[in-house]
């Protein structure tokens, strides 16, 4: 009993002192010990328990992990002259975690130097590049798209085209591309942040839009552009329309006129051909048909109506009567 | 439970020491209680074996991965189930949700899921927003849904994952968008885009280590801007307009054109009609002269004298009245009254 006595205030100091003197690093973390504000030991980076002097040593832990840099979006005009607002992001890491907390020491101070570093930069790329670079990527193709484009939103009449030039200045070539940009943006950002103890892994544009006011001329512009196509629409199917009604009208003539013109040519042969009939048989005896034809006619003539008849004595019919007498 | 060192205050190494003593000092003092009372012993040791068992154990649940930090230090991921570990904070679990499928989305959220989904967009414009590379504005919205795929990275490598997926989701997108002309974007590139921003969204978030799979990317509603909407709507309806007018012009011609044709073949049937009559009838005519002829050849004087009587005969007795009229007679006209009826008698004036 007495040796028990004598262990438990020993296990008590044994603990205690384990417990300020073994520390563990986290997946994700790393650590630096300094004694009396003096770094001494590490970077501790990988994961574990480490030892140190206990209550002489102090451990500093760091995110080993990629952190996010966030920026506020800011104004800036393109070379141009057109301006919008751009939004970067980025992600760094701490490498070296003495220089760190030398520098900026904490997360937030790094941010802060990261708002500099990476703000000035943005800056300068996006004032020196015109708007479509940013835009746009390296493999713009000008020519890809076009079936759509032409079926929802027709060309200019050929015509107009040489006369309207699209006054914007837009060229059609890419020289650079956003993701080019954004690679020179990170280059030049990273370069600085090393002494900082700072990776800088990437940035990003992560947005970018007109300004108000630019946002509504470009809006004004897109209406007026809508409202050209539509207006082409219109007119072109009036123009079929009316292209369709002339076709029709044209085919109705054509129609129509050839059946006056072979129904006057079987006319035509129908009359040769009773001509040719009559004349081969009255032309047998000229002098019988018009006595035929004579007494024919009138024997037809005078109808279901009663006529007068005037007769004179002196023809044919009363010669026997005026002998008579 | 995880395992939090924090480390001692500067400066406070030197004045534990004093309390510590107290504490032995204390402890000594108590100690022939404990002595009375073994029991207790057994009790403290009860306690401590339950602590120690407690931590000792961990559930992962069915869509989970459980991830084991042995003094922080990445040992093992464990599936479903019950599992062991090292007690008092040797080892600790974490566990990960990677059966399950996140969503994130952008330009809209979505308040209500359920059967009738209800979203908000208000306030999230800025997020669907953006340039295409004809330099105009459109608006779109879309969705990431991911998955964990390996849980020691989504833990350790990238600090709030979710975010990093945010914020490369809107790059990749906006990029995407800016190569592509805005018509193309609001038609036929939907698929192609979603589809491509998957792949460029893996491909960053691999170059992150951030252990995530993007299960798919989807656009939802692609539309230009509010204020220029209803000039898109305009185009859609001059498009009607335009298929319309040519459907009403087409349907004159179907209209006009067949019943033009029919009106043609009549023409030329009854101009072939009147041309069977008339040869018909000349045949016919001229047969019967034909074979008069040959009659009145047979008897030339006769037959022509019969004609005349014949004929005259015909006409007399169609006639309503008939004047005789001598040679010797004049003035006929003063006697006649033109303007009497017709009379059904007939009257010979002599």
Redesign the interface.
């Given at each position: 009993?007495k040796s028990l006595?004598a262990i438990?205030?020993l296990v008590?100091?044994i603990i205690?002192l384990a417990s300020?003197s073994f520390?563990?690093?986290?997946?994700?973390?790393q650590a630096l010990i300094t004694q009396f504000g003096k770094p001494v030991g590490g970077p501790f980076s990988?994961?574990?328990?480490y030892f140190k002097i206990?209550?002489?040593q102090?451990?500093h832990l760091f995110?080993?992990?990629?952190?996010?840099w966030?920026g506020s979006p800011n104004q800036i005009p393109t070379r141009d002259k057109k301006y919008i607002w751009v939004d970067t992001?980025a992600?760094w890491r701490i490498t070296n975690p003495l220089r760190f907390l030398q520098t900026v020491a904490t997360e937030r101070g790094a941010l802060s130097r990261l708002d500099d570093i990476i703000d000035s930069v943005v800056r300068d790329l996006v004032s020196s590049n015109l708007?479509?670079e940013?835009?746009?990527?390296a493999?713009?193709d000008p020519a890809?798209?076009r079936?759509?484009?032409e079926?929802?939103?027709p060309p200019a009449p050929e015509k107009l085209q040489a006369v309207v030039k699209k006054d914007?200045g837009?060229p059609t070539i890419v020289q650079q591309?956003?993701?080019l940009i954004t690679r020179r943006m990170l280059a030049a950002a990273a370069k600085v942040t090393p002494q900082y103890g700072i990776e800088l892994?990437?940035v990003?544009?992560?947005?970018?839009?007109?300004v108000e006011s630019v946002?509504k001329r470009?809006?004004e512009r897109?209406?007026s552009e809508?409202?050209r196509?539509?207006?082409?629409?219109?007119s072109?199917?009036?123009g079929?329309?009316?292209?369709?009604?002339g076709?029709?009208q044209k085919?109705?003539a054509r129609?129509?006129s050839?059946?006056?013109e072979?129904?006057?040519?079987?006319?035509g042969?129908?009359?040769a051909?009773?001509?040719d009939?009559?004349g081969?048989?009255?032309g047998?005896?000229p002098e019988?048909?018009s006595?035929?034809k004579t007494?024919e006619s009138?024997?037809i003539s005078?109808g279901t109506?009663?006529?007068?008849?005037?007769?004179?004595?002196?023809g044919?019919?009363?010669k026997y009567l005026k002998q008579a007498k | 439970m995880p395992?939090d060192?924090t480390?001692?205050p500067?400066g406070?190494?030197?004045q534990?020491q004093p309390d510590?003593g107290k504490?032995?000092s204390d402890?000594?003092s108590k100690?022939p209680s404990f002595?009375k009372a073994k029991g207790l012993w057994i009790v403290v040791l009860i306690v401590l074996a339950l602590i120690a068992g407690s931590s000792a154990y961990y559930t992962v649940g069915p869509e989970e991965t459980g991830v084991v930090?042995r003094?922080?230090?990445?040992v093992r991921e464990s599936g479903p189930g019950l599992h062991f570990k090292l007690p008092l904070g040797i080892e600790t679990a974490t566990t990960v949700k990677t059966g399950r499928v996140f969503k994130e989305e952008f330009g809209f959220r979505g308040t209500q899921p359920g059967i009738r989904s209800r979203f908000t967009e208000k306030g999230y414009s800025?997020?669907s927003?953006?340039?295409?590379?004809d330099?105009?504005?459109i608006d779109v919205k879309w969705i990431v849904q991911f998955k964990v795929r390996e849980p020691?990275k989504w833990?350790?490598?990238?600090?709030?994952g979710v975010?990093?997926i945010r914020?490369?989701s809107?790059?990749t997108m906006?990029?995407i968008v800016?190569?592509?002309?805005g018509?193309?974007v609001?038609?036929?590139?939907r698929v192609e885009i979603a589809a491509q921003a998957q792949v460029d969204l893996q491909k960053?978030l691999d170059?992150?280590?951030?252990g995530v799979q993007v299960v798919t990317v989807k656009l939802q509603d692609v539309n230009?801007?509010k204020?220029?909407q209803p000039?898109?709507n305009?185009?859609n309806?001059?498009?009607q307009?335009?298929?319309?007018?040519?459907n009403?012009?087409?349907e004159?011609?179907n209209r006009?054109?067949p019943k033009?044709?029919g009106?043609?073949?009549r023409?030329?049937t009854?101009?072939?009609g009147?041309?069977?009559e008339?040869?018909n009838?000349?045949?016919g005519?001229?047969?019967r002269?034909?074979q008069?002829?040959t009659a009145?050849?047979k008897a030339k004087e006769v037959t022509?004298r019969r004609?005349?009587?014949e004929?005259?005969q015909?006409?007399?007795k169609?006639?309503?009245?008939?004047?005789?009229?001598?040679?010797k007679v004049k003035g006929l006209l003063p006697f006649m009254d033109l303007t009497k009826g017709?009379g059904p008698a007939k009257e010979v004036q002599k």
């Open positions: 009993m006595r438990v205030p008590i100091i205690i300020s520390f563990t690093v986290k997946e994700g973390e990988e994961a574990g328990l206990p209550f002489i102090d451990v995110e080993k992990r990629l952190l996010k966030d992001t992600r708007l479509i940013l835009v746009r990527s493999d713009w890809r798209g079936e759509a484009m079926e929802f939103n914007d837009e591309g956003r993701q892994v990437d990003e544009i992560k947005r970018i839009n007109y946002q470009v809006y897109m209406i809508r409202k196509i539509a207006s082409q629409y219109r072109e199917g009036e079929e329309k009316q292209t369709i009604l076709t029709m085919e109705l129609i129509r050839e059946a006056y072979k129904a006057q040519k079987i006319l042969n129908a009359d051909k009773a001509t009939i009559y081969k048989a009255y047998q005896d019988f048909y006595l035929f007494l009138l024997s005078p109506d009663k006529a007068e008849l005037i007769l004179s004595t002196d044919e019919y009363f | 395992m060192w480390p001692p500067r406070t190494g030197g534990q510590l504490v032995v402890i000594r100690l002595k930090l003094f922080g230090q990445y800025d997020e927003l953006m340039l295409t590379g330099l105009n504005v020691r833990l350790f490598a990238v600090r709030d975010a990093a914020d490369l809107e790059a906006r990029s800016g190569n592509r002309y018509d193309e609001l038609t036929l590139a960053l170059s992150y280590d951030a230009p801007p204020p220029v000039a898109f305009e185009v309806e001059a498009r307009q335009k298929e319309r007018m040519i009403e012009a087409q004159a011609y006009e054109i033009a044709l009106n043609a073949k023409v030329v009854e101009a072939e009147y041309m069977a008339r040869v009838r000349a045949a005519e001229a047969l002269f034909d008069v002829l009145y050849r022509k004609f005349y009587l004929t005259m015909k006409v007399l169609n006639a309503g009245k008939v004047y005789v009229v001598d040679d017709r």
